[in-house]
């Protein structure tokens, strides 16, 4: 259920209220619209345009640059989330602005977008803390997008639920994956990773590298590296769970920023990926 509240609401709530401290959007109205009445529309319309299709669900790769440019292909992912239930949500993705040694948790009670409060799961952050590559930074998260973009897809997707965001630093797939799978629990549990591919290279080259990236990751590769994905440390471990587990990988959509309307001589690569 979303419930839309706005900005002055929240901020009286968190007066009102000392158990509730936020950590406000630091990218809505520039990745996606500040408006909630607009950002509804536009994720929703993306949505629609989506593919239907029926296909069990644990985790999923998604992008996240603005919504003009990637959008489209995370609501392809995110439309196989329709009709399902997951009561939590861990989203991993990287740290693009301050410098992370392991993993990073959040100390907030709620991650805010323009559609209203989304409860962090204390209790679940509170029982990987025990790890050393985990550490709490509130100054990590205030800044970074690539959690923040996919938070009003969630809020349409899914009913209620809680989040548990860790932004990916300096950490191994096997650091990581340690940390997935104490997070794993069961069915109603859903594996979120954030992630862009190459970067900055001219269309026809980024394509023959991305198609590699995504070759691999439908592989279950845990070796990526950064020129290959910006979120390929978060990637790395979850493959690493999922070579364990043996979950099948799956292709949803690949495309670049050229493809969206982007300068074609330097562009950004998307894919959108779902473990089953």
């Known amino acids: ?45 993306m949505l629609a345009r989506s593919t239907e299709q029926t296909i069990s669900v ?21 439309r196989l989330l329709q009709d399902k239930e997951f009561a939590h949500v861990v989203l991993l993705g990287p ?7 392991g993993l990073a948790a959040p100390s907030v009670s709620h991650f805010a977008t323009p559609l209203g409060l989304i409860p962090i799961n204390s209790q679940a952050i509170a029982g990987i803390l025990d790890l050393p590559q985990v550490s709490v930074s509130d100054q990590a998260h205030a800044p970074e997008h690539s959690l923040e973009v996919q938070l009003p897809f969630l809020q349409r997707v899914l009913a209620d639920f809680t989040l548990i965001p860790l932004l990916v630093g300096k950490a191994t797939a096997e650091q990581t ?23 900055f290279h001219p269309y026809s080259e980024a394509q023959k590298i991305d198609q ?20 390929c440390r978060a990637i790395n471990g979850l493959m690493h769970c999922a070579e364990k587990r043996g979950l099948n990988v799956k292709p949803i959509a690949l495309c670049n920023s050229g493809d969206t309307g982007g300068d074609k001589s330097r562009v950004v690569g998307y894919g959108a990926y779902v473990l089953y």
């Open 177 to 199: 994956a340690q940390v997935i799978e104490r997070l794993w629990s069961d069915q109603d549990t859903l594996i979120l990773v954030s992630s862009d591919l190459s970067h």
């Open 212 to 231: 590699r990236t995504s070759t691999a990751i439908c592989h279950r590769s845990e070796t990526l590296s950064g020129e290959q994905a910006c979120g």
């Open 95 to 101: 740290a693009h602005y301050v410098y992370v040694e």
């Open 1 to 45: 259920m979303v419930v839309i509240l706005p900005k002055s609401t929240i901020r009286a709530m968190a007066i009102a209220d000392d158990d509730i401290t936020i950590r406000h959007p630091a990218v809505a109205g520039t990745f996606y619209p500040a408006d909630a009445g607009a950002l509804q529309d536009q994720v929703q319309s």
């Open 58 to 78: 644990k985790a999923l790769i998604v992008p996240h640059a603005g919504y003009m440019y990637s959008g489209q292909v995370a609501a392809q992912a995110y």
